[in-house]
């Protein structure tokens, strides 16, 4: 039991390591992503959007319109064979 335990360890840590190397490498991409965005440039320009809703009031009842139905079968789905 205990070689079990070992190998499920170890593999923890390397999950861990993996993890760590990742992150760290996330963090030194958005660091020099961040540096090179505000190394001497100007601010990007700004833009507001308002967005806005008002409720109308219905003037006419909506009419009914008649839905055609077709009575048709759909098309059967190719008999093609399956590679495997």
């Known amino acids: 039991m205990p070689g079990r335990s070992a190998a499920v360890l170890a593999c923890g840590v390397t999950n861990a390591a993996k993890l760590l190397v990742a992150s760290l490498a996330?963090?030194?991409?958005y660091a020099g992503v961040s540096v090179h965005d505000g190394a001497g440039s100007e601010?990007?320009?700004?833009t507001t959007v308002t967005l806005s809703a008002r409720e109308?009031?219905?003037t006419e009842p909506l009419q009914e319109r008649p839905?055609?139905?077709s009575r048709s079968k759909a098309p059967r789905p190719s008999r093609a064979p399956v590679a495997r």
Request: hydrophobic letters at 65%; aromatic letters at 8%.
């Open 26 to 29: 996330f963090t030194g991409a």
């Open 43 to 46: 601010p990007a320009p700004v």
């Open 56 to 58: 109308m009031p219905v």
């Open 67 to 69: 839905v055609a139905v």
